[in-house]
């Protein structure tokens, strides 16, 4: 890995931070209504040695709870304080989402669509574009945490263009139960970074609003291991044991519902069915119809669709038809 950071002096923000160096900015772009200020901590630990420099962030979506909690985690633990290089922590890019539990910015954009930003567009484009301008920068690898959309509950996982060799050996050391080989979407943070040559892995988890005790800890695994990979992490952290490698997911689609009704899931996430196998039933609330949900084909199931209550059509079980050997 090219190493960015290899003077003694990180700049970011305007101001400098030597090694061996705790330090915690504030990042403010807009106030509330109310004049408040809304500042987002930025979470900065140097060693005395020089070595790479690993930007970690959660929240870019406010309702993001899952990733945030990683971060959370990873400070609280202290596997933040590197024994070489530099570790900086966001564990809320979205503020002003995560102040009202929601997804978007206050100007009803989503943050993760408007990268790499423009400097006089809208909040959230200003965001980006001051993210991407004064703070991407100084990174040499990115970890972003997320978690599934509404009631749609990720299997852990990480996501990474299969064209890129080199992040996907990465993602096989952070090692989470699942690989997704998946394109970058326009406007993006991960796009954005891939048109920069900025390697990052993009880790999913869960689903929003909700904080899931096995996703958070899949998260800080994954952290450790990369952190290990590239010698930064302090040896008073023990390596966990790989009991399984990472599964790599080629390709996967949607089972949706054929009936409207009430969604009773029989399955858990992350689960190898047979084709053929009960994954969920439909029923109306009045005791009349019940339609049995099944796998049309053998695969694992990498996302479930929580929701009490489904439209005909609406995205139940994301299951994988094709793996890499």
Same mark, same amino acid.
């Given at each position: 890995?090219? !190493?960015? /950071?290899?003077?003694?002096?990180? *700049? ?31 979470? !900065?630990?140097?060693?005395?040695? !020089? ?27 202290? &596997? ?33 669509? $408007?990268?790499?930003?423009?400097? *006089?567009?809208?909040? +959230? ?22 978690? /599934?959309? +509404? ?46 040559? #900025? ?9 929003? #609003?909700?904080?899931?005790?096995? !996703?958070?800890?899949? /998260?800080?695994? /994954? $952290? &450790? ?13 023990? &390596?966990?044991?790989?009991? *399984? ?13 054929? %009936? *409207? ?7 858990? %996430? ?15 609330? %009045? ?12 695969? %694992? ?7 009490? &209550? ?11 038809? #094709?793996?890499?050997?």
């Amino acid at each position: 890995m090219t !190493i960015k /950071g290899e003077n003694d002096i990180l *700049s970011i923000l305007g101001e400098d931070i030597p090694l061996g160096t705790s330090k915690t900015i504030n990042f403010n772009i807009a106030n509330l209504y109310t004049s408040t200020k809304v500042e987002i901590p930025i979470i !900065i630990e140097r060693s005395k040695k !020089i070595g790479p420099t690993i930007l970690i962030t959660a929240g870019i979506h406010g309702d993001e709870i899952n990733g945030v909690e990683v971060v959370r985690q990873v400070i609280a633990k202290k &596997i933040n304080k590197p024994a070489k290089g530099t570790v900086i922590c966001i564990p809320v890019l979205n503020v002003f989402g995560f102040l009202s539990m929601n997804r978007f910015f206050p100007d009803g954009r989503d943050l993760n669509r $408007v990268f790499p930003g423009t400097k *006089s567009g809208s909040l +959230a484009s200003r965001f980006a574009y001051q993210f991407v301008n004064e703070i991407l920068p100084v990174a040499d690898f990115c970890l972003d945490f997320h978690t /599934g959309g +509404a009631s749609r509950f990720n299997a852990p996982h990480i996501r990474v263009d299969g064209k890129n060799e080199k992040l996907v050996k990465l993602a096989k050391i952070f090692n989470a139960p699942f690989t997704l080989l998946s394109k970058n979407l326009d406007g993006s943070y991960r796009a954005t970074c891939a048109k920069k040559e #900025q390697d990052i892995l993009l880790f999913e988890g869960g689903k929003s #609003q909700n904080s899931n005790r096995d !996703i958070a800890r899949e /998260g800080v695994l /994954g $952290v &450790i291991r990369i952190l290990d990979h590239l010698d930064m992490l302090e040896t008073s952290f023990p &390596i966990p044991e790989t009991i *399984s490698n990472t599964i790599v997911v080629e390709k996967s689609f949607w089972i949706r519902a054929k %009936y *409207s009704g009430l969604l009773h899931i029989k399955i858990p %996430y992350g689960k190898l069915v047979e084709k053929g196998e009960t994954l969920a039933t439909i029923t109306d609330p %009045y005791g009349k119809m019940r339609h049995v949900v099944k796998a049309t084909n053998q695969g %694992y199931i990498i996302n479930v669709n929580e929701a009490p &209550i489904v439209y005909k059509g609406d995205a139940i079980f994301r299951i994988t038809t #094709q793996l890499v050997s």
